[in-house]
Structures are given as structure tokens and as C-alpha cells.
């Protein structure tokens, strides 16, 4: 199957180690993609500086200066048109895209998030499934919809808690796991290889 190059509008929050992952994938020829622009809902996001450092349009969107969650959007919408961006990578951003966003890049809007998913929704994966317990934890990258945590789920990687673990020593685990799984999960879609049927994705 041929293989596009993808042009990539990664959406973060904070420090964008993901980001990163990407950028060097990108760099090292593993993912055919180009990191069309990066978007920051918060001014002092480390992924910025670390967009720019890479020579990649970095652009903060201020959510205080739009009126409302729907202009709000339509701002990040318009800069994602502006750099011709075709898939959407969220990456540790941490709201919801609006309608505005999903609805112009159907099934072309990705999450990454650090708990096997539909166990540990919402902002604390890590801790929460640390401190429910659990034996094995892991990583999902799926697609994003208007509730979070719930889209079709591209890749899937378990990653064990082990006797003695901490929240420190398991985000480790969990980041490794992280930045091999989306360049990879990013470079099926590039190939043309993921099918949606309903709720299943398809890794042809
Ligand atoms: C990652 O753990 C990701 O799964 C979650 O937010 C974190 C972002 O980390 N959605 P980073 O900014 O990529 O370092």
C-alpha cells in the first residue's frame, strides 16, 4: 500500500515529550509525516519551545481571549487550515475539541492516552490505575470524539505494574510505551491501513 506523507497539527498542553517522539520519528524517516504546526493552549507549554527549537511553527491560542469554547476552536481551526494540516494529533492536550475541529478532519483527529482505555478515562490515568491496584496498565491511542477518552481505539499496549512501583517509575514505563506506540499507530494511518468499521478499527 502507498504511503502519504502526512502534514501533522499536534495539539498540547505541557511539556511534549510526545511532541518530541513524533518530531524525531518524523526526522529519522519512521513516520511519514510533517509537523505542519503545533498548538498550545497555554502560553508557557514546554512543547513549544521544543517546536520551535525544531524549526516548527509553534502557536499559542489564549482561551481567555475568546468569548466562548466555540470561537475558541474556530481560532484553532483556522490556524490548523493556515499550515494545511490534514491530521489532527492530540498530544497531552488536555480539553476537548469542539464539533468545529472533529467534524472538518472525520476519523483524522488522534488521542494518545496513558491507561488501556475504557479503564482510567479522564486526567490521572497513570495514578488512577496505580492506585486502584491493578496488575497491568497501558497505553491507548484512539480516536478522539466530542467525549473524552471514548473514540475508536487504533492501538493498544499493556505495560505491567510491577511489586514496589511508583507513580514516578510507572510514568516512565508509560512514556517508553507512548513514544513508540503513536509514531507507530500515525505511520499505519500514513500507509493507508486503518479501516473504521463502527466502534473497530481495522489494521489491514
Ligand atoms: C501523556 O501521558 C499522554 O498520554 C497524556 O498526556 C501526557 C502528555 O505528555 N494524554 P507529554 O506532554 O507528551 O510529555
Request: charged share 15%; aromatic share 6%.
Given at each position: 500500500m502507498g504511503s502519504d506523507r502526512l502534514r501533522l497539527g499536534v495539539l498540547i498542553s505541557g511539556s511534549g515529550s510526545n511532541l518530541q517522539a513524533l518530531m524525531d520519528a518524523s526526522a529519522e524517516g519512521r513516520?511519514?509525516?510533517?509537523?505542519a504546526c503545533v498548538i498550545s493552549d497555554k502560553e508557557a507549554a514546554y512543547g513549544l519551545e521544543r517546536a520551535r527549537k525544531a524549526g516548527v511553527p509553534a502557536v499559542w491560542v489564549d482561551r481567555?481571549?475568546?468569548?466562548?469554547m466555540r470561537e475558541y476552536d474556530l481560532r484553532i481551526l483556522e490556524v490548523l487550515r493556515r499550515h494545511e494540516v490534514d491530521t489532527v494529533v492530540m498530544a497531552g492536550y488536555m480539553r476537548l475539541l469542539g464539533t468545529e475541529v472533529l467534524d472538518s478532519f472525520p476519523m483524522r483527529v488522534l488521542n494518545i492516552h496513558?491507561?488501556?482505555?475504557?479503564?482510567?478515562?479522564?486526567?490521572?490515568g497513570i495514578r488512577d490505575a496505580l492506585e486502584h491496584g491493578v496488575k497491568v496498565t497501558g497505553v491507548t491511542v484512539h480516536f478522539a470524539n466530542?467525549?473524552?477518552?471514548?473514540?475508536?481505539?487504533?492501538a493498544q499496549e499493556a505495560v505491567r505494574v510491577d511489586e514496589g512501583e511508583t507513580l514516578a517509575s510507572l510514568e516512565a514505563k508509560m512514556h517508553e510505551v507512548e513514544h513508540r506506540l503513536y509514531p507507530q499507530a500515525l505511520q499505519w494511518l500514513a500507509e493507508g491501513r486503518v479501516r473504521v468499521e463502527g466502534r473497530t478499527v481495522h489494521i489491514d
Open positions: 513516520l511519514s509525516a510533517e509537523i481567555a481571549a475568546c468569548p466562548t496513558p491507561a488501556l482505555l475504557p479503564s482510567f478515562a479522564g486526567a490521572n466530542e467525549v473524552f477518552d471514548e473514540g475508536p481505539i487504533i
